[in-house]
DNA sequence: ACCTAACTGTTAGATATCAAACTGTCAACA
DNA sequence: TGTTGACAGTTTGATATCTAACAGTTAGGT
């Protein structure tokens, strides 16, 4: 019963999701940043200016989430955030240069590990792989609340 | 910005995890669990006897965790610890009556989310990403620690 | 103008997770 | 028999997540 016998899919796929949290945990650690956190701040650097709403789409969970996740971004002044265009409703959000410096590197390093991951699938069966994640994600609910 | 372009296979991979956790959700939460506490209790209604340690292993999480969630599931009386054996460091966990009877159901509500899922795959096409993911999960790292 | 509904973000309370430090127990070995 | 190291579990303090309830803002309809 140590050996447990793996016959679903979904299985494998969360197993694979803890895996990639993991792996990049050293890079992510020596900056004293969550996971969650560095993924929004670097989101942050490629988007500038999103609203919250969108930042909790993308990163797939709740605007409770975001709003307590970009507290401790800006405790540390991280980000920034401040409302625009008359809509005193949006927040945009902006990396401060300390973010977006403590994020440098962060999608290369995140791009290492993806690689290291999949290393044992050649580019054919990587191509499978996309076309049937995408056919399944395709049917999927978005996280939208 | 609204249309991410999802070139990243592990993208997917978390989203389906993502979608995968949500989609029992009713079910579990008619029960007032939580998504782990369920899983942890379906586990010991299959390995009664089962010692934390291992729980931590096949639920993919750390003695610590497994230690509060059991806290958790012992003060509703779903489960029960004692050590046996004459080995005081091992503690040997139980669901009670109590709680194999709220749980009874899970693994086939469980089963047909999954199946909700893969629907958009065939036959053929579930075996090629069950072999494909199997050879990815073969290399990566058990979360022993 | 006003009312209402939708939208955006926050708070509160619960659980999960992790690392690190700690306690207690067992076993091996001198 | 005593010491030492490995093992099992707990605690602590931090962050993330969820739901539900809440507050302020905007926009639409009458």
Do not use: C
């Amino acid at each position: 019963m140590k050996e447990p016998e793996f016959t679903s899919s979904l299985e494998l796929v969360r197993w694979i999701g803890w895996a990639q949290k993991k792996s990049g945990e050293d890079w992510i650690r020596a900056r004293e940043l969550s996971h969650e956190q560095a993924f929004v701040l670097g989101y942050l650097v490629d988007n500038p200016g999103s609203i919250q709403r969108d930042i909790a789409a993308v990163s797939r969970t709740s605007a409770a989430s975001v709003s307590s996740l970009l507290q401790g971004l800006e405790r540390r002044d991280l980000v920034e955030r401040r409302t625009e265009d008359g809509d005193e409703r949006r927040k945009r959000v902006y990396a401060t240069p300390a973010g977006a410096e403590l994020i440098s590197g962060f999608e290369d390093a995140m791009a290492a590990t993806d690689d290291a991951i999949l290393a044992p699938l050649d580019g054919d069966e990587r191509a499978t792989l996309l076309a049937l994640l995408k056919k399944i994600t395709a049917e999927l609910p978005q996280p939208r609340r």
